[in-house]
């Protein structure tokens, strides 16, 4: 044997070892998705749970086995302070104190004249009072002029209310509205919880669903002004993201209980509110009647009715979003090749830099920092996507891949030119996820007009969510102010975007 041969067969298990290094990360990131998809809230497809565990048992062999010739590695502790724990005291220090327990040592209160204080310990703990339904008396005295005793007598007038006449406040109102749509309680079980509150007769519900489903409806009729300002003030500023997404619907035309398939249609901008509008159909209208005249970017998945719209609007523009590109390479889990892993990479080496810029605050300057630092990973991305094309079979997961990103590519560089746009539409699918989290829950929408009342409330209440503010606090609060206003009052302050907590009383 040659000489050279011992070196020759080191540099292939240098080699080796090099290529057993970079699969192991992509293995885990491939166990990692399967997990999300088998125990988290994942998809809404149906998957072969054995499959799953199979194809997760087989991976994690494949990360041992990779990770077996790797020689020990150690680690050391990343320079700086470890992340301090918060302590119990520090996370309820805001509750206020309502009991105080003093507890005595037996010998103490056998004689107390025998022991003096010297101190003492003070320890927590944290209870809670079951929710409890209360009545507000309200009293409007009646007055009558003492000179003049033929006069009107004087009455205040009564506070106006969303269900005029009714018995609901605007809080039992918003707490209805926030346990459905913000905590995803049907009416079903508020029902039982409202009856368990009011210390009811068994058998007996003060409030029934009935009421309670009036009283969204009329809540919604006050509230749609809101979100028609919400879309009015997103359509304005040039640059919107939009997504859809299935819900069941309970439609009274079918027999039998068979549900039909409606959609929440969702517009947004990263940091702004969210509307949602619910329609009967996916089809290419629906675009055209959620956006309307809309001019600036519009930033979207490669759903053709997008596309379609983009072309019937001269002054639109698209953007496509690189999450759904890399998505269809990642999901091609059991066949990537290395080609595909760089792919994978270069996609990242965008998102690198799009969090290395927000930590920046960049702001106007993005798009010329785009276009300096895109170039070259987008380039070489391109050529890689083309040659892993002419190598796959078009059908296959990884040409599929291959054809959504090549033929996304003039949506996807779009983001060169515009500072404002974000790589992907997380904004609005982080925005629909309670509504999918409530499906779940309550399954379907019990009737096509009932889907329109949902996009409403589901437009305030996850606005609210985005600006911080508790849903309830906010639906208790404007609840109570619109009845009293008019269609000449400005709306904007109540909008989520711009709320503050009304300094009046608004507890009626």
């Known amino acids: 044997m040659p000489a050279t041969a011992p070196l020759d067969e080191v540099a292939l298990l240098k080699q080796e070892l090099a290529e057993l290094r970079e699969l192991v990360p992509t293995l885990r990131a491939q166990i990692a998705w399967l997990k999300q998809q088998l125990f988290g809230p994942g998809k809404s497809e149906k998957l072969d749970c054995a499959q799953l565990l199979l194809r997760i048992d087989a991976l994690e062999k494949a990360v041992i086995?990779?990770?077996?010739?790797?020689?020990?590695?150690?680690?050391?502790?990343?320079?700086?302070?470890?992340?301090?724990?918060?302590?119990?005291?520090e996370s309820f220090a805001h509750l206020?104190?309502?009991?105080?327990?003093?507890?005595?040592?037996?010998?103490?209160?056998?004689?107390?004249?025998?022991?003096?204080?010297?101190?003492e310990e003070r320890t927590f703990e944290v209870d809670v009072v079951p929710p409890q339904l209360f009545k507000r008396e309200i009293i409007r005295p009646k007055y009558r002029h003492r000179l003049d005793r033929n006069r009107v007598p004087l009455l205040a007038p009564a506070p106006k209310r969303i269900v005029e006449g009714g018995f609901a406040s605007a809080g039992l109102i918003a707490w209805a509205l926030s346990a459905k749509y913000a905590d995803h309680l049907p009416l079903y079980r508020q029902e039982k919880m409202l009856a368990r509150w009011s210390n009811a007769q068994p058998g007996q519900t003060p409030i029934s669903r009935q009421n309670l489903s009036d009283w969204v409806g009329a809540a919604t009729a006050q509230l749609e002004p809101l979100v028609k300002a919400m879309k009015r003030d997103l359509l304005a500023t040039g640059y919107v993201i939009a997504d859809e997404t299935p819900i069941r619907c309970n439609d009274p035309d079918l027999r039998d209980g068979k549900t039909t398939t409606g959609w929440l249609w969702a517009l947004s901008r990263p940091g702004s509110d969210v509307v949602f509008e619910w329609r009967l159909s996916r089809r290419h209208e629906e675009a055209e009647k959620l956006l309307g005249d809309f001019a600036g970017v519009l930033h979207s998945d490669g759903y053709e009715a997008y596309a379609a719209y983009v072309r019937a609007h001269p002054r639109v523009e698209w953007a496509g979003c690189w999450a759904h590109a890399r998505r269809r390479f990642l999901d091609a889990a059991t066949e990537r090749p290395p080609t595909a892993e760089r792919v994978l990479r270069l996609i990242g080496e965008l998102y690198a830099l799009e969090a290395q810029w927000d930590e920046q605050q960049v702001g106007e300057r993005r798009a010329a920092l785009r276009q300096e630092h895109f170039a070259r990973p987008l380039a070489r991305l391109h050529?890689?996507?083309?040659?892993?094309?002419?190598?796959?079979?078009?059908?296959?997961?990884?040409?599929?891949?291959?054809?959504?990103?090549?033929?996304?590519?003039?949506?996807?560089?779009?983001?060169?030119?515009?500072?404002?746009?974000?790589?992907?539409?997380s904004a609005v699918e982080n925005a629909i996820r309670p509504s999918k989290l409530g499906a779940k829950n309550w399954l379907f929408v019990g009737h096509p007009d009932a889907g329109d009342r949902a996009a409403v409330i589901y437009s305030l209440v996850v606005s609210c969510q985005r600006h911080g503010h508790d849903p309830h606090a906010y639906l208790k609060d404007v609840l109570a102010r619109l009845p009293a206003m008019t269609t000449n009052d400005d709306l904007r302050p109540l909008l989520p975007a711009h709320w503050k907590p009304s300094t009046v009383n608004t507890s009626a």
Do not use: F, M, N
């Not at 990779?66 to 918060?86: F, L, M, N, S, W």
């Open 65 to 89: 086995a990779a990770e077996r010739p790797v020689e020990k590695i150690t680690y050391e502790r990343v320079a700086g302070p470890a992340p301090k724990r918060t302590l119990p005291a």
């Open 96 to 119: 206020p104190v309502k009991e105080t327990l003093i507890i005595e040592p037996e010998a103490v209160r056998a004689d107390p004249s025998l022991y003096e204080k010297i101190a």
């Open 383 to 425: 050529r890689l996507v083309s040659a892993l094309q002419a190598r796959v079979l078009p059908k296959s997961g990884l040409g599929q891949a291959c054809v959504y990103l090549l033929g996304q590519w003039p949506q996807l560089t779009t983001h060169l030119r515009h500072s404002q746009t974000r790589l992907d539409t």
